[in-house]
């Protein structure tokens, strides 16, 4: 036995969802720091001093500082005991790391784009405008600081804005596709990669009206759908929503319950 | 039945040639001219995942009936598939090291090095556009990329790709000053075949290292990686090449 982790994250779901819902599947207690993204406490001193990248989620673990939420799914299947949510076929375990930089890279990158600009901008832009600035300063890795500003001043140009929309057609028609002879991602096991998917496809659904993005419905992606439908009926997404303070405005009862015609 | 297909010697290709000579398995080379990039790389179209790599057409390499392409992936699947000698750390943290870097070198170094070396070496210039305006087989991010390469670099791109190798050479130094012979400690691993792929264009004079600070530490270790026999070989067997590689990072 080793001490329990440390993990430092937001909401459950996007970048923070990935490494909450592998330690729930892997049946690890850990101690959950929630941080508040959009009160940038990731940029605030305290927290550089644990994770000096700023960035979340983070995690702490036997003294080490461990970032880049899919390698840190990684290491919570290699360090603890538990069901394996690895392949142990070499080829399937290129499919599922395959899958997980297409979404990490192309994929969620994209949706989050046009989340950011419609929610995550907005919902920060109301902030008084020198305070503002100032938190931007504060952010220490230069990628992260454009990002904030363009999310903030609503910068993403309309170009941006329209590839970005292309990309989440695109890549949910690939993962729909994908979905035609295994039930998971990387095949016929549950593995990492659904979990990825999982923490960005969930509110694609949900979001297509909102974001004018007809992305995942039962009429274009029904395998998807399916998908979503068995991920929901597993306990470890009720036990890491559970986490969220902003409430995930999603009915997990009737998403695990959905009935398709 | 093992062959690794390749555009050149590509700093991906490299580091894959390596590791398979690392781990003394046999493998032939198939060397594919750019120009019949998008009917050769329409052969492997069966696979979705390849033919929606985010990386680039090749290197892919095919071991028996299993095709795997994107390089760092591919160093993992030749140390799964093929444990001895082993070459990633026995630990959890020592494989999220790897792992965390490997993201690095992938999302910032290798976007920088492709656009460089388009930039210095490629040369396509507007044979490019005939041959890959068309490329059904290609996406339209990898036709893209390739149809940038048949106009001149801007100096914004060239500035910004010095920028992240800049990154990625002081954080390798970091990594070396303490006195450590391998970037990851007293073992050698595939850190150290996949960055070196990436420094050693610098260093052989294939690409211009003006402007861009090398450490001591980072010298030497150079020098130790070139010395090991699978590496010299590996660098024998095709032409450096720097091709339109992996895009830079959309949100900056």
New interface residues.
């Given amino acids: 036995m080793s001490e329990k982790p440390v993990l430092y994250h937001w909401e459950p779901n996007a970048n923070s969802g990935k490494p909450m819902l592998a330690l729930e599947e892997k049946g690890v207690a850990y101690d959950s720091v929630y941080i508040d993204m959009l009160e940038f406490d990731q940029h605030r001193p305290d927290y550089l001093e644990i994770n000096p990248m700023g960035t979340i989620p983070a995690m702490v673990h036997d003294g080490h500082l461990l970032n880049e939420s899919t390698a840190i799914m990684e290491y919570v299947d290699a360090r603890f005991d538990g069901p394996k949510l690895r392949p142990d076929d070499a080829a399937k375990r290129w499919k599922m790391r395959w899958w997980m930089k297409y979404c990490d890279q192309y994929y969620a990158p994209s949706a989050s784009m046009v989340a950011w600009d419609m929610f995550t901008g907005p919902a920060v832009r109301n902030k008084d405008p020198d305070e503002l600035r100032a938190r931007i300063e504060a952010i220490p890795l230069r990628e992260r600081r454009i990002a904030w500003t363009k999310a903030i001043y609503g910068q993403f140009s309309e170009e941006e804005l329209a590839e970005s929309r292309r990309r989440v057609m695109i890549a949910s028609a690939l993962f729909e596709d994908n979905l035609r002879e295994n039930d998971w991602v990387a095949g016929d096991q549950f593995s990492l990669a659904d979990i990825n998917a999982f923490n960005l496809v969930y509110i694609l659904p949900h979001m297509a009206d909102t974001m004018r993005l007809p992305s995942v419905s039962v009429e274009r992606t029904p395998r998807t759908m399916k998908w979503l439908q068995r991920m929901y009926q597993r306990p470890s997404i009720r036990r890491t929503w559970a986490h969220s303070r902003g409430g995930m405005h999603i009915d997990i009862e009737a998403e695990a319950n959905r009935e398709f015609v | 039945m093992r062959t690794l297909h390749i555009n050149g010697m590509t700093p991906p290709a490299l580091a894959i040639a390596i590791a398979l000579n690392e781990k003394g398995l046999a493998f032939s080379i198939t060397q594919i001219d750019w120009r019949e990039t998008p009917a050769a790389f329409a052969r492997f179209s069966d696979s ?2 390849i033919a ?1 790599t ?1 990386e680039g057409e090749f290197p892919i390499l095919v071991d028996g009936m ?1 095709a ?1 392409s ?1 390089s760092y ?2 160093l ?2 030749l140390d ?2 093929y444990p001895t000698p082993r070459l990633r750390p026995s630990d ?2 020592g ?2 090291q790897l ?2 870097l490997a ?1 690095f070198f ?2 910032r170094a290798l976007p920088a090095i492709s656009t460089l070396g388009v930039a210095q070496v490629f040369g396509g210039g507007a044979a490019v556009k005939a041959l890959f305006e068309n490329a059904t087989a290609l ?1 339209s991010e990898r036709r893209d990329a390739w149809l940038a390469a048949a106009e001149p670099t801007s100096e914004n791109a060239i500035e910004e790709s010095r920028r992240k190798l800049g990154l990625l050479f002081d954080r390798l130094d970091a990594m070396l000053v303490g006195g450590q012979p391998w970037l990851l400690g007293q073992d050698y691993s595939l850190s150290d075949i996949a960055a070196f792929a990436l420094v050693h264009p610098f260093l052989d004079g294939s690409l211009d290292a003006e402007g861009l600070a090398i450490g001591e530490a980072l010298r030497l270790w150079h020098e130790r990686v070139l010395a090991r026999p699978a590496v010299q070989a590996a660098l024998t067997l095709a032409k450096p090449a720097f091709l339109p590689g992996p895009e830079h ?4």
């Fill in positions: 979705p995942e929606a985010l299993t795997v994107d992936f591919v993992e699947y799964d598939a959890a943290y494989q999220w792992q965390a993201r992938g999302e996406t990072a959309r949100w900056g």
